[in-house]
């Protein structure tokens, strides 16, 4: 019997209410203390496409995604068809009976690449195309297989509660398979109940009855079905506050939190959620003076483009306000001259990029870390910028005002590298610690009054008193042109060479001045031979991955570097060690990380772990790409490919 | 617009100028435009430090370098965005955006647009010699098709937007045309284009003395068509409010109304040639604002703007408090 470790997933076509699935199963279990991780995937599509939603649950901390599947829910024959070869012997699957005669070639929406490929698992196994035949396979290969009769429970239903409607109320049937998996899990029905309250939380009727389909099944199955070999069960947790949470929020309430009262956006996947949240949540509370009750807000503007979206911010940015926009590649790749602009103007700007697949539209709901280098590199001509990185959605809370900081110390952009795999999935973290985010402001002045305000004075730092639009007595000049310090025109070849040393000499102060801590982090067995480099959301896997080594007496260390740009040598040459052999690990082709750390340090990277196919790294695939490296039968370059 | 005439003293028109040198060519109507602008900024007493000029790229984005007051020079075609984040981030300032027809028709012509659904309170004046002068000579957005200005190397094959118009449909609430030369009723103009609570649009008719050998100043001035009976040019440019027109939408609720105003807008914009109309042309001071929209779904922003708002204790941790927000991620049952 297992009991609370457990490898979920849902799936159906979108629209049909798979993450409303997916949200009830994990907040039930979050109710009940264990720690969740789930990872959705969805088509760029609005109604029809597959979409599925992997969520794993332990009663200890939980960073990453398996592709073994341990309870496969379905009410779709895609699912089951997608999927059947992840699920483990001894593993579960719920399906729709009445779907049995269903084949491979009936569904439109399994392209051709997958109807090749499913045939081709299905007919090596010797099995047919139907779902009966699948079904069959499953139970011959050790798999409990359940099958629920939905309609005929909504039948029921509707008679039990005499109201005829019900029968054809199958938009209920995603909360029933969920259900269903959880009554043969022996989870608590009341923190089920309590789950279905939440996701439907606005309306109180469609959470009624959903609650009562979703006890009607739960019953069924318990009256009707054998046990399984899992079990969940609650745990107390007294003691450690947590909250369930995706990517996309964490950053919402990071600016919120760090003071970020304006962010102007152009829709993009994945990177709007964070936007409507905001304009959701723009009025918020705040400890005034003191410590009465006030109200803060944040100003949300949809622009027309993001070549607005990210010259309004630099705008707001002028008039003294935390200013942000959040995008994706292709919106990043419209602000790369506005980037260059508040580079030039030493304008504190944060731009929080959403990586997902690309070149051009790429892959626009699934995940990548491809525009490192773009990062880096946007924008003409020679301007400081910082690009930071953050591992896991607890990160990325703390991490969003310490760019702001960042932002307003060098007067200077910062982008914020976020992605895909973190926008969307949901993890149980600590709950946020407010008396961690600490605001600081560089060389923001309220009052001038100290001779001619020189916007851009030369100094040490090179870094010059700023005020904002509105300040009496300290009137200044931007332009994207050459400048002198009050900020007017010039070509003269010596102001030229002075001001370009003074912007960049901002990059040097940054680098002595930003703690370790904030720019790599190290983890594991710090005199291991192996030492792990990697950056942004293969934290979890990684972490989870080396957890399962050491505990088969594997020594090794993983350093994640989140300062990106200025590249922090000195800091990650010291983490690294003595360490003789560095693995890569990261979501692009050309190992763009490994590129600048081999740079940097003026030392080859041994192997290199990468992953392009717009699916995350699972914890099965880096556990096995480093194994294979331990053992010593790796070749430099592995790339994964699982997916689905 | 709720300008705050200054308490503290009355400045000098030349305090409203700065020190530095205007490379502009001898004769170009731009200076003509950057007089009308510091007129308007002293004749209303706006404090300088209250005052943002923005500006794009071309010979008009060097304008903010010669006002003494907050200059922001951006970038081609996106003067009007910069400025509309600083002021949503800060209402209190008075903004005038000013840019090139390249600028603000041609390579910015989203942003034309888009501003017009919003109605920002903010004046932009648009540059207008149908030429692109600071990279030799190219045609303009404006530029009537078939000219050929002696910068060109064959004639125009594009056709002209009608910027009057452009506003007009994209929703600005203050249309008005200016004309570079005619400085005291170009200031007049700026002055109730700050004055009014939204956005508005200024069309200045502005000969590039060096590009543009087709509009030029004694061209609009009418040298080429003499009146045999007094021997005097006779102009091409005159004014509408000369002639009785009415600009003003009196009453919004009218449909009648507000369909007559439109037409008589593109009625005059279409006028050309023999006969430019300079002047007031639209003004609707019924549409909301857009900062009167934000305030809609956040009551306080007009008093507490995102500029005005502290973010931190005096210990540098964040003032928020975000424990209601995070109720909805607890994993505690409620």
Redesign the interface.
């Known amino acids: 019997m297992k009991i609370n470790q457990l490898s979920w997933m849902i799936g159906g076509p979108q629209g049909s209410g798979v993450d409303s699935g997916a949200n009830i199963f994990s907040?039930a279990c979050?109710?009940g203390?264990l720690y969740v991780f789930g990872k959705r995937e969805y088509h760029s599509n609005i109604k029809g496409e597959h979409s599925n939603y992997v969520v794993r649950v332990s009663s200890n901390l939980i960073r990453s995604h398996l592709d073994e599947i341990d309870f496969l829910v379905t009410f779709d024959p895609e699912t089951l068809f997608r999927h059947i070869h992840k699920v483990v012997p001894g593993g579960v699957i719920i399906y729709d009976v009445n779907q049995e005669n269903i084949t491979v070639d009936k569904i439109p929406t399994i392209d051709k690449q997958a109807n090749k490929r499913i045939k081709k698992f299905l007919s090596e196994k010797g099995v047919g195309y139907s779902v009966g035949d699948v079904v069959n396979y499953a139970r011959d290969n050790g798999i409990l297989v359940y099958g629920i009769p939905y309609v005929k429970l909504l039948e029921g239903l509707a008679e039990k509660l005499g109201n005829p409607q019900i029968a054809k109320m199958d938009v209920m049937i995603n909360v029933m398979a969920v259900s269903a998996s959880l009554a043969l899990l022996k989870y608590d029905f009341n923190?089920v109940k309590?789950a279905i309250k939440?996701v439907f939380k606005a309306k109180k009727k469609v959470a009624d009855l959903n609650i009562e389909s979703a006890k009607f099944v739960y019953d069924y199955v318990l009256e009707n079905f054998e046990e399984t070999n899992y079990k969940l069960q609650p745990v107390g947790r007294d003691a450690v506050?947590?909250?369930?949470?995706q990517g996309y929020?964490a950053s919402a309430?990071g600016k919120?939190?760090?003071?970020c009262?304006?962010q102007?956006y152009y829709p993009i996947t994945p990177a709007s959620d964070e936007s409507v949240y905001l304009e959701d949540?723009?009025?918020?509370?705040?400890?005034?003076e003191n410590g009465s009750e006030e109200?803060?807000?944040?100003?949300v503007?949809q622009?027309?483009?993001e070549?607005?979206a990210i010259?309004?911010?630099?705008?707001?940015?002028?008039?003294?306000?935390?200013?942000s926009t959040a995008t994706s590649g292709p919106g990043f790749s419209l602000m790369a001259?506005?980037l260059g602009?508040a580079g030039m103007n030493e304008v504190p700007v944060v731009v929080t990029l959403y990586q997902r697949g690309g070149p051009s539209t790429g892959l626009p709901t699934r995940h990548s870390q491809e525009d490192l280098l773009f990062a880096v590199y946007a924008g003409h001509g020679e301007f400081p910028r910082i690009v930071y990185a953050s591992g896991d959605i607890e990160e990325i809370f703390y991490d969003v005002?310490k760019v702001f900081n960042f932002a307003e110390k060098y007067q200077t952009p910062v982008i914020h590298l976020i992605d895909k795999a973190m926008a969307n999935s949901i993890a149980?973290v600590k709950?946020?610690d407010?008396?961690r985010?600490?605001?600081?402001?560089g060389a923001l002045v309220d009052v001038f009054s100290d001779g001619v305000y020189k916007r851009f004075k030369f100094t040490e730092t090179g870094i010059s008193p700023r005020v904002?639009?509105?300040?009496?007595?300290?009137?200044?000049?931007?332009?994207?042109?050459e400048h002198d310090e009050l900020?007017?025109?010039t070509e003269d070849h010596e102001i030229r060479t002075m001001m370009v040393d003074k912007r960049m000499r901002k990059l040097e102060i940054a680098l002595q001045e930003i703690e370790d801590e904030d720019k790599a982090i190290v983890y594991g067995d710090e005199d291991s031979d192996y030492a792990i480099i990697s950056w942004g959301s293969t934290k979890g896997a990684i972490l989870d991955a080396m957890d399962m080594l050491r505990s088969e007496g594997y020594r090794l260390k993983f350093v994640q570097v989140k300062l990106l740009h200025p590249f922090p040598k000195d800091r990650v040459l010291n983490l690294i060690g003595n360490s003789k052999f560095l693995i890569d690990i990261e979501h692009n082709k050309t190992a763009q990380f490994g590129q600048i750390v081999k740079r940097e340090i003026l030392r080859d990277i041994d192997y290199h772990v990468l992953k392009y196919n717009g699916r995350p790294m699972s914890l099965s695939e880096v556990y096995s790409a480093l194994k294979s490296i331990l053992e010593n039968k790796a070749n430099k370059i592995q790339v994964l490919n699982n997916g689905d | 617009m709720a300008i705050k005439i200054d308490e503290i003293k009355k400045l000098t028109l030349e305090e409203y100028k700065?020190d530095?040198h205007n490379d502009w060519c001898p004769g170009c109507g731009d200076f003509g435009i950057l007089q009308s602008v510091q007129l308007a900024l002293f004749e209303l007493g706006i404090?300088?430090?209250?005052a943002?000029v923005?500006s794009g790229?071309g010979c008009s984005g060097?304008t903010?370098?010669y006002v003494?007051?907050?200059?922001?020079?951006?970038?081609h075609g996106?003067a009007v965005?910069?400025?509309?984040?600083?002021?949503?981030?800060?209402p209190?300032?008075n903004v005038i955006v000013v840019g090139g027809d390249g600028d603000g028709l041609g390579i910015g012509v989203?942003?034309f647009?888009?501003s017009g659904r919003r109605n920002v309170n903010l004046t932009y004046i648009v540059y207008n010699n149908a030429v692109y002068g600071l990279t030799k000579g190219q045609a303009s957005p404006t530029l009537k098709l078939g000219m050929k200005t002696k910068s060109l190397p064959k004639p125009n094959i594009n056709d002209a937007v009608n910027p009057i118009a452009l506003a007009l449909v994209s929703g600005y609430t203050f249309i008005a045309r200016g004309y570079a030369y005619d400085v005291k009723h170009l200031k007049e103009i700026i002055k109730k284009a700050i004055l009014h609570k939204g956005l508005a649009f200024i069309d200045v008719l502005q000969p590039c003395p060096t590009y543009n050998d087709i509009n030029t100043k004694d061209w609009y001035s009418g040298k080429d068509r003499i009146d045999p009976v007094t021997g005097k040019p006779i102009p091409r440019i005159y004014k509408l409010e000369e002639n009785g027109y009415d600009p003003y939408v009196h009453n919004p609720d009218d449909p009648n109304e507000i369909q007559q105003k439109w037409i008589q807008v593109v009625e005059r914009s279409l006028e050309w040639g023999d006969k430019i109309p300079i002047g007031i042309f639209y003004v609707n001071e019924h549409v909301s604002s857009y900062e009167e929209r934000?305030q809609g779904?956040?009551?306080?922003?007009l008093e507490?703007?995102?500029?005005h708002?502290?973010?931190?204790?005096s210990d540098?941790?964040?003032?928020?408090?975000?424990?209601?927000?995070?109720a909805e991620?607890?994993?505690?049952?409620?």
């Open positions: 907040r979050a109710y203390g923190l309590e939440y506050d947590l909250i369930i949470i929020q309430l919120i939190a760090g003071g009262r304006f102007s949540n723009a009025v918020f509370d705040l400890i005034g109200k803060g807000s944040i100003v503007v622009t027309e483009d070549i607005a010259t309004m911010a630099i705008g707001a940015g002028l008039a003294g306000v935390r200013a001259e506005g602009w005002a149980t709950k946020f407010l008396s985010v600490k605001i600081e402001r904002k639009l509105g300040t009496e007595n300290a009137i200044f000049w931007n332009t994207g042109d900020g007017h025109i | 700065t530095v404090p300088r430090h209250k943002v923005f790229i060097k903010p370098h003494n007051v907050y200059g922001i020079h951006t970038l996106r965005p910069f400025a509309i984040g600083a002021k949503l981030a800060n209190d300032l989203g942003h647009v888009s934000i779904t956040i009551e306080h922003y507490k703007p995102p500029a708002q502290k973010i931190s204790l540098g941790r964040t003032n928020v408090k975000i424990d209601r927000l995070l991620f607890t994993t505690r049952v409620i």
